[in-house]
């Protein structure tokens, strides 16, 4: 329901029902927030307290900002405002919010995690499933139990699906956010070593991923990767737990669905996917292969809820690669135009070689790279940066620019006759050497973890030249 400009996600009596107490009955409610600063007009601001910040401390400028109510649980608060509503603890409310809205919603609910392309796989869903009804998807990478309670409890009773992003640093995370989710379908995009830092071993990753199952439907459905080495374990995880719908993707390896062939050709790439034993050539822009097989993930997703399989490959073409995540963005200065593939959002070991062999099939004359540490991987930290030096040596580039470091710790195994090699200890330090060697017709990669702020890089680069995305 909307009014004006505003779509209704709670009424008086929904929140009535949810929290259990008295609400003023002109109330009407947006989506949950905790950040004031992101307070739309009609949403609902509930005031949380953690570490050193509390939400208390912004419930007039959440107000002011537009909020239709305010949550709160500091019995001292000075108030005498229809619009500010008491309860004992706000963060119980909002566990409330979050399982009334999941119990009472009739869409069908897709859960996703993985070590990478969770967040590129659901905004790809919700692009494509939006052709076949209202689709929620969970907002930025509001990803952890907070985020996970913040989502449900912003969804509109009026969605048919709902996509939900769920994320872990350890074990029994994914289990508690699976429960509150009840997926109807279960996907594991990846599992490698990100975030090994927090867990013993791949195995133990691999083991806290596969919690997600124990949260689905009766009769749900998993997707899983058939190229992982851990899709037996997956698989025999999956039949313990009773689930029969067990579904597989995959680039190179006999699945439900596949990537059959993929020929980058000029600046689109020529994909043939295999879903259930019916081919599909699709022409699509310039993506990495990783990035088509995200797509694969959708498009077997469709097919499960019984989804014309042609009209999601129409949507394939509203998809749109963010900066950051791959997007290769065009940069012009003077008479000098370049490319750059900003991937500095995140990176492991397997997205790092997914990126090499990325630059590698894209032919070009003239390549760099520009890599930066890769964070979050614990005792190994040194032996898998060591483990891309064969990627960084077949990819064809002419420069490297490491930075952090750990990267550092592999200038010594780059043949440096072959490939101009310079090392900085930070983003910053790096930046003008960078813009001081940008020549002509240069394709220039750009990946590393997020924390390297590998983004300054390409910020720099968009205030001195004209940027012209693709």
């Known amino acids: ?74 019995q001292s608060f000075q108030f005498q405002n229809n619009n500010i509503l008491l309860v004992p603890d706000s963060l119980l409310a909002l566990e409330k919010l979050a399982a009334f809205k999941r119990a009472n919603s009739k869409a069908k609910f897709i859960g996703v995690t993985g070590s990478v392309g969770k967040t590129s796989t659901k905004e790809a869903l919700k692009v494509i499933l939006s052709a076949f009804g209202k689709t929620f998807a969970s907002r930025g990478n509001f990803n952890n139990n907070l985020g996970i309670m913040l989502n449900l409890a912003s969804m509109p009773d009026d969605a048919k699906y709902a996509i939900i992003e769920m994320g872990m640093n350890h074990s029994g995370e994914i289990r508690e956010l699976a429960h509150k989710v009840k997926p109807d379908i279960a996907i594991i995009t990846s599992i490698s070593e990100g ?32 190229d992982n080495q851990y899709y037996s374990f997956l698989k025999k995880h999956a039949k313990v737990l009773g689930i029969n719908n067990i579904y597989s993707f995959a680039a190179n390896t006999l699945a439900d669905a596949m990537i059959n ?127 891309i030096v064969s990627y960084i040596k077949t990819c064809g580039i002419k420069k490297l620019f490491l930075i952090g470091p750990n990267m550092a710790t592999i200038a010594n195994w780059i043949d440096q006759k072959a490939i101009e090699v310079k090392i900085y200890d930070n983003a910053e330090q790096s930046i003008n050497d960078i813009e001081n060697s940008v020549t002509d017709d240069e394709l220039i990669l750009i990946k590393a973890s997020k924390s390297m702020n590998l983004d300054k890089i390409v910020a720099c680069l968009d205030n001195s030249f004209k940027i012209i995305s693709k």
């Not at 195995?203 to 991923?209: F, L, M, N, P, R």
């Not at 000098?336 to 997914?354: G, H, L, W």
Request: net charge neutral.
């Open 1 to 74: 329901m909307t009014t004006g400009n505003m779509q209704i996600i709670w009424t008086s009596e929904q929140l009535k029902q949810a929290l259990g107490t008295h609400v003023d009955p002109r109330i009407r409610g947006g989506e949950i927030q905790f950040n004031s600063q992101h307070v739309k007009k009609g949403d609902i601001f509930i005031a949380l307290k953690g570490g050193s910040s509390d939400g208390h401390d912004y419930v007039q400028d959440a107000l002011k900002n537009g909020a239709s109510l305010a949550i709160i649980s500091d």
């Open 195 to 226: 975030h090994l830092e927090f867990f013993s071993s791949v195995a133990e990753i691999a083991s806290s991923k596969a919690e997600i199952f124990e949260g689905l439907s009766p009769n749900g459905s998993v997707i899983i990767p058939a």
């Open 261 to 387: 062939s993929y020929k980058i050709i000029d600046d689109r790439v020529e994909v043939y996917y295999l879903i259930k034993q019916n081919s599909v050539k699709v022409n699509l822009p310039l993506i990495a292969q990783h990035q088509a097989l995200n797509l694969t993930i959708c498009l077997l997703t469709a097919e499960i809820l019984g989804c014309d399989s042609m009209t999601a490959i129409l949507q394939f073409e509203k998809i749109k690669i963010e900066i950051g995540r791959g997007k290769i963005i065009e940069i012009v200065k003077g008479n000098k135009k370049f490319k750059v593939i900003s991937d500095y959002y995140n990176a492991n070991p397997e997205s790092m070689k997914a990126s090499l062999v990325y630059l590698k099939s894209i032919t070009h004359s003239n390549k760099t790279a520009v890599l930066g540490d890769m964070l979050e991987l614990g005792a190994n930290t040194l032996a898998l940066h060591a483990s």
